[in-house]
Every structure is written in structure tokens, then in C-alpha cells.
């Protein structure tokens, strides 16, 4: 491609594309200060078997249930100590991903939802 012109957008891969990526991480963590809505990224990360982090805004509270933890959205010293306490704590990641719900739900889900609403 000639120097100056924007590469073309690569696209966004499924989420079983990424899956191995993602579930090696220990917990998926959402600081938003914004009012989220449902919280379909909650749920891909479930289906990954993480752990949450969610700040106090919108509907990601209402996700989590045991598996994660709600910190407060303005405090970055909650979302450091929480971090913290796995850290020196790994056993607790264990227990959080064992209280992952096994809904499996993922984008592509969503999307057949969203299909099957408007066919």
C-alpha cells in the first residue's frame, strides 16, 4: 500500500477466534464511568470462564452475581487493592471462575437473538 494511505480496517474476529486469548487471562475487569447497558462483553467473558470486575454503572452490576466483584466506578484505588488482593491472594481467582455461570453465551448469540427478533 503507498505511504499516507490508511491501511484497510482488518475485520473483527468471532469470538471463538479469540477465546484461547482470552481465557488465559485471570479476570476480565470493566472500569466504565459510563452507564453500560446490558452487558453482553460480562457474558462473552463468562463464556471465556473469567471472573468480573465491574464499576457501579448500568446494568453490568446486575451480571455479575458471585462470579466477580462491583467497584466503585471514580475510585481507581478500589479497582488497584481488588486487583491486589488476587494477586497476593491466586486461590480467590480460582474460586471467583468456579462461580462463572455456565452460560455460554457469546456476540454470535446475541446476534442470532437480535435475527430471530427482527425476521
Do not use: C
Amino acid at each position: 500500500m503507498p505511504h499516507g494511505r490508511p491501511h484497510p480496517p482488518r475485520p473483527y474476529p468471532n469470538f471463538a477466534a479469540i477465546l484461547g486469548k482470552v481465557a488465559a487471562a485471570d479476570i476480565a475487569a470493566f472500569p466504565s464511568r459510563a452507564p453500560e447497558s446490558y452487558g453482553l462483553v460480562v457474558e462473552e467473558a463468562f463464556a471465556a470462564g473469567l471472573p468480573v470486575f465491574v464499576s457501579d454503572r448500568g446494568a453490568l452490576p446486575e451480571r455479575v452475581g458471585g462470579a466477580g466483584e462491583i467497584l466503585p466506578a471514580e475510585d481507581p484505588s478500589a479497582w488497584a487493592d481488588a486487583i491486589q488482593r488476587l494477586l497476593e491472594h491466586p486461590a480467590q481467582v480460582a474460586e471467583l471462575r468456579a462461580r462463572v455461570p455456565n452460560n455460554q453465551r457469546t456476540i454470535e448469540n446475541a446476534i442470532d437473538d437480535v435475527d430471530a427478533l427482527l425476521s
